[in-house]
């Protein structure tokens, strides 16, 4: 047993505690945790370990494309998501495989070195699988599956599980549940869609949807006309008879097909409108705001405010490296920090931590409590009254690592 008695223990799900301390095991499972005045008098024979500063749990990168990681850099952004997909797509191309593998690698170093522990994976190759899974990483794989012709999906669908043998032979950690996903409404058949959704639900498995991205989605699939129609007209040479137009808001259309429900994490959002947040909060859907990548891709944040109004606490992911500078979800909080400064910087970390997990459907990681193998680190220096607000002043300050968590045992899921 270790005891680790820190100036300030944010706990994730629970009170920051001021002068806090937590007992773990070797394998990282909390048996113990609260005001060190009470916690170390009852952990007599432990290792006392002096922490100058605030401990905190593993992050939880919630909405992640990590095989994108080749990308970093080479996509421009602030010209609306269409003009970024046509860039990422052409970058992509030029590619050698070879960069691909390497910087996937640095990528999960990447995410360790900024202490997380959890991620929402969405893969179409399944690349990142074995790099997340050897270093230990938590949480989801989406494989997502898109296509606007329905034969050709459905098709694809189907092949999914030998997809996956092909890559992967026995899927390599219990801690990464897998997942098929459908990518968008858009980019998706509503055949597609409900297929994917039931295969999900056949697994027990949460899935995963980009949704109400931006204004070009919602014209899309309220007009049928706009940025994407006129995109798949000239990228996939589609003649427009092809191009089904819903009539309905992005919103509206998930809940028609049954994507909106505790088991669909909706990413992004940042085009929802307030009745829209209110739905999703009835439908009891997690959801995942991704605000630098939405800077970076259409200059615009997420509904952050509209959301708590509406009694969404999101969970954050920094999404790909072709719209973000690094995979730290921690630093998706001082985004939001930094333009919501009436938001409160506990609330802020629990997004990044707790709310993540959640999301993810996991309650070993994400906070500090008892059972729990969240993972703890630190940031050093002296975090005065408000020791949340510490944190978000020091995103960039070094990180360390206090106790990790040993990967689970058992039957892969």
Not at 89 to 104: F, K, S, T
Not at 137 to 151: P, Y
Not at 355 to 382: K, M, Y
Request: glycine share 10%; hydrophobic share 45%.
């Amino acid at each position: 047993m270790r005891a680790v008695h820190a100036d300030a223990v944010f706990t994730g799900d629970g009170q920051t505690l001021a002068d806090g301390a937590v007992v773990v095991d070797d394998r990282g499972e909390v048996h113990d945790v609260g005001p060190a005045g009470e916690v170390l008098p009852r952990s007599s024979g432990a290792k006392v370990e002096r922490v100058r500063g605030v401990v905190m749990p593993g992050l939880v990168n919630a909405h992640t494309h990590v095989e994108l990681s080749a990308m970093r850099g080479r996509v421009p952004g602030g010209s609306g998501f269409v003009s970024w997909v046509e860039h990422m797509i052409g970058m992509r191309a030029e590619l050698a495989p070879e960069e691909d593998a390497g910087a996937i690698e640095r990528a999960v170093e990447e995410l360790d070195a900024a202490c997380t522990v959890g991620v929402g994976e969405v893969t179409n190759s399944l690349a990142a699988v074995g790099p997340l899974a050897r270093r230990g990483i938590v949480g989801c794989v989406f494989h997502e599956a898109f296509g606007v012709e329905r034969e050709p999906l459905m098709r694809r669908i189907e092949a999914m599980p030998r997809f996956v043998e092909e890559r992967l032979g026995s899927w390599p950690s219990r801690d990464l549940a897998y997942a098929p996903a459908p990518h968008t409404l858009y980019t998706t058949h509503p055949e597609g869609v409900r297929q994917l959704l039931r295969l999900a639900r056949e697994r027990g498995a949460r899935t995963s949807l980009h949704l109400a991205e931006h204004a070009a989605e919602r014209r899309f699939l309220e007009s049928g006309d706009g940025p994407v129609a006129e995109w798949y007209a000239s990228r996939l040479k589609l003649r427009r008879d092809l191009l089904e137009c819903p009539a309905r808001s992005p919103v509206a259309l998930a809940d028609d097909l049954g994507a909106l429900g505790p088991n669909v994490l909706l990413v992004h959002l940042t085009d929802a409108r307030p009745e829209e947040l209110e739905l999703v909060v009835r439908r009891g859907a997690p959801v995942v705001f991704c605000p630098r990548s939405n800077l970076h891709i259409e200059t615009k944040l997420p509904p952050l405010l509209a959301a708590r109004a509406a009694g969404i606490l999101p969970a954050l992911g920094t999404d790909s490296l072709a719209s973000n500078a690094s995979l730290d979800v921690l630093a998706e909080a001082r985004a939001l920090a930094d333009r919501f400064p009436t938001v409160p910087a506990e609330e802020l970390l629990r997004m990044a931590t707790w709310a993540g997990a959640r999301a993810l459907g996991r309650n070993d990681v994400g906070r500090i409590a008892q059972g729990a193998r969240p993972g703890l680190f630190a940031i050093d220096g002296e975090p005065g009254a408000d020791a949340c607000a510490f944190v978000l002043r020091h995103v960039r300050a070094p990180r360390r690592w206090i106790a990790r968590r040993s990967p689970s045992e058992g039957v892969p899921s």
